[in-house]
């Protein structure tokens, strides 16, 4: 089986303290694959090594089958793997496609000598990537602050798809979130699947979960205790792996 | 109320333009009061001094714009300021003294000499700040009494006198002299005409204006449209989502704390040139907190993301207009204080009031 992102017997210490310990899993392209475990099961642990936060301390990172070194966030952003975090990492006083183009503005001359800001290209293009995504969003040079949660939550999505990522990884994307917008993000997730995108969910909702993931992996203290098929599983199973009463291999 | 009030000035696009620029109404409105209470207020010459006598303050708050939209204060603009003065002046004395190099080079050297020593001191604040965390206002107090002290010991304690009188004539001078019946001349007097005859002649738009316009224009045009101006607006709101953009947050406040200190610099070069001598920075003088009040008045926010350097301008038009207003309408000048504190305190309201308008 070939996985786009992928990791073979991955494990981080902490002093003492063995966070992730041994885990293998993986993502194929356009599937959802969702991160489950109580708090201090490792799963946010395994996500920053796999996004460049930590570096591991044994193990290997496979993209597309071939082992890759990722030790900062640069590599993992080189190599197509965006991570949105809760916090979302917008600048709120800055509008939509300033946003989508933060860091890596798009610039012309003018007079043929100074640098500038690119402004129509920056937003033809943001809206061309918006579209694609079917996200609705009023005026694109709106500031962020005036954007309603699920909104934002469509803009960071955006900003890593448009800058090719190939694997998301989503911490949370619900969970600030009121049930309208849970929604759309979750119709969002659904729609980038159709474009191909590995995803690793890690949410706490389990509705959510068996709504849009297509396996479910279960951590507990540091080890990865199950590896389901949505299909074939319950909610109960998965409650129970989680605290620590069955194990499925 | 308060969202109801919100709700019309979001409804009304000549609302909200008000709204926004409030410190741009008042400026209006305290012109047209002093233009009936003030004799004399409503006049060229009378807005050319004004502009003339602001050209440092208007420096000292542009400088503080930018490290204001990054969150940060630098309070030591005022004393870099008095630095760069009397660096520029003892160097012009020293050369002048010596006679060999032509007055030209003089204020060349001494003034470009000024500018680059004006970098230091934001090198280091900046370096303080990005690389060791240390909170802007404590790092830019620290800089505050070390470029006070070096200023005072350059100096002596006194004002660096017996300068080539070319500093004032440019510092002070006009582009345009004219006068009914002998025409137009530009950039000086007519020759052999006295000193004392100046005052007969109509003289329009100051040197400085020159200088002025240039500076603002470049600043407006780097924070409006270029990369560094929207990384500097990016840190404010975010820091965390800049460095997370792979935007290098150290290396740009660096930049920010030295841009600060060199135009500080700049302020305190021109000062040499319109007073003729190297000035340092009086202990009252209070340029920085002024620059803040503009600033803030302009409508930035001392938390950082928000602010604009034309906005800012008017913040100090504004305080400077109620200075000349008050004064020429003849009452006592404390007030001014008393009317630069309502406007911030009005300042900080109307913020909080509407916070999506900026």
Known sequence: MSYLIETRNITKRFGGLVAVNNVSFGVNPGEVVALLGDNGAGKSTLIKMISGVYPNDGGDILYNGEVVKIHTPMDALANGIETIYQDLALAENLNVYSNIFLGREKTKKRLGLFPVLDHGYMYDESVGILKKLDIKIPSLRNNVRTLSGGQRQAVAISRSIYWNAKVLIMDEPTAALG???????????????????????????????????DRICVMRRGELVGNLVKKETTTEEIVSLIVGSETVQ | MKGNLNLIIEESRTLKAI???????????????????????LSIVNFQNIIHLSVIAIFMAAAETFVI??????????????????TAGKIIQILFAAGNLSVGAILLTGSVIALVVSLIPGLISGIMIARFKVPPFIATLGMWGITNGIALKICKGFPVASLPDELTKIGNGYTIYYKEGSGISWFSLPAGIAN?????????IPISFILLFIVI?????????????????????????AIRSGINVQKHLIKIYMLSSFIAGMAGVFNVFQTGIGNFTTFGAMYELFAVAAV????????GGKGRLLASVVGVLLIAVLENGLLISGVEPFYRYIAVGLLLILAIVIDQLFPDLF
Do not use: P
């Not at chain 1, 729609?191 to 509705?207: C, P, R, T, V």
């Not at chain 2, 005052?199 to 329009?204: D, F, M, N, P, T």
């Open chain 1, 179 to 213: 049930v309208a917008q849970q929604k759309q993000v979750l119709d969002l997730v659904n729609s980038l699947k159709g474009h191909g995108i590995a995803i690793i969910l890690i949410s706490h909702q389990m509705h959510d979960v068996f709504e849009v993931a």
């Open chain 2, 217 to 241: 224009f470049i600043l407006r045009h780097i924070l409006n449209n270029t990369t560094f101006g929207q990384h500097t607006y990016a840190i404010g709101g975010n820091e965390d989502a």
């Open chain 2, 196 to 204: 004392d005859q100046i005052r007969e002649y109509l003289r329009l």
């Open chain 2, 19 to 41: 709204a926004r620029n409030w410190a741009f109404c008042f400026l209006i409105f305290f012109i047209v009061i002093f233009s009936f209470t003030g004799k004399g207020f």
């Open chain 2, 296 to 303: 803030v008045i302009g409508g930035a926010s001392l938390l």
């Open chain 2, 69 to 86: 939209i990054t969150g940060g204060i630098d309070l030591s603009v005022g004393f870099v300021m008095g630095l760069s003065s009397v």
